[in-house]
């Protein structure tokens, strides 16, 4: 069990590791779409890739979380395999927001050994989901 100050300690250098090792200048809040992010999780359960779903309005989080929705075919067969869509996914904090994710389970930011394969699933799985995105932002935004 770590303390809360080297949890955040241990965060930080996988980040900070991680910056180092893939450079890229990730897209994740400069998607255009006010509210609709790509984003980078690492927990000590599940590491995730997502487009996050987080306007205010009902219903432009519908509407775009349904935009997403109807390009599964392509995104399943030309990017991710394996990605989830879930209209109510629940935040850490409580919050309940359409995500649509790939996830790698099993693994812990706390753990070290876990930090190769960690890297790669997210730096692989974010440019595929960056190049979906870039390809289909002008049909999800209109």
């Given at each position: 069990?770590?303390?809360?100050?080297?949890?955040?300690?241990?965060?930080?250098?996988?980040?900070?590791?991680?910056?180092?090792?893939?450079?890229?200048?990730?897209?994740?809040?400069?998607?255009?779409?006010?509210?609709?992010?790509?984003?980078?999780?690492?927990?000590?359960?599940?590491?995730?890739?997502?487009?996050?779903i987080e306007?205010?309005?009902?219903?432009?989080?519908?509407?775009?979380?349904?935009?997403?929705?109807?390009?599964?075919?392509?995104?399943?067969?030309?990017?991710?395999?394996?990605?989830?869509?879930?209209?109510?996914?629940?935040?850490?904090?409580?919050?309940?927001?359409?995500?649509?994710y790939v996830?790698?389970?099993?693994?812990?930011?706390?753990?070290?050994?876990?930090?190769?394969?960690v890297m790669?699933?997210?730096?692989?799985?974010?440019?595929?989901?960056?190049?979906?995105?870039?390809?289909?932002?002008?049909?999800?935004?209109?």
């Amino acid at each position: 069990m770590f303390s809360r100050e080297e949890s955040k300690q241990i965060r930080q250098e996988f980040w900070t590791s991680f910056g180092k090792l893939y450079p890229q200048k990730w897209l994740l809040y400069n998607t255009k779409i006010k509210d609709v992010t790509l984003k980078f999780t690492f927990t000590t359960k599940k590491a995730q890739v997502s487009i996050d779903i987080e306007p205010n309005d009902e219903v432009f989080r519908t509407y775009y979380y349904e935009k997403i929705v109807s390009l599964r075919k392509i995104l399943t067969s030309e990017y991710l395999k394996d990605i989830i869509y879930n209209p109510e996914y629940q935040l850490e904090n409580g919050k309940i927001i359409p995500r649509v994710y790939v996830e790698l389970s099993d693994v812990s930011i706390h753990n070290k050994k876990n930090w190769d394969e960690v890297m790669k699933f997210l730096s692989v799985n974010m440019i595929q989901l960056e190049t979906f995105f870039l390809e289909y932002k002008d049909f999800i935004q209109d």
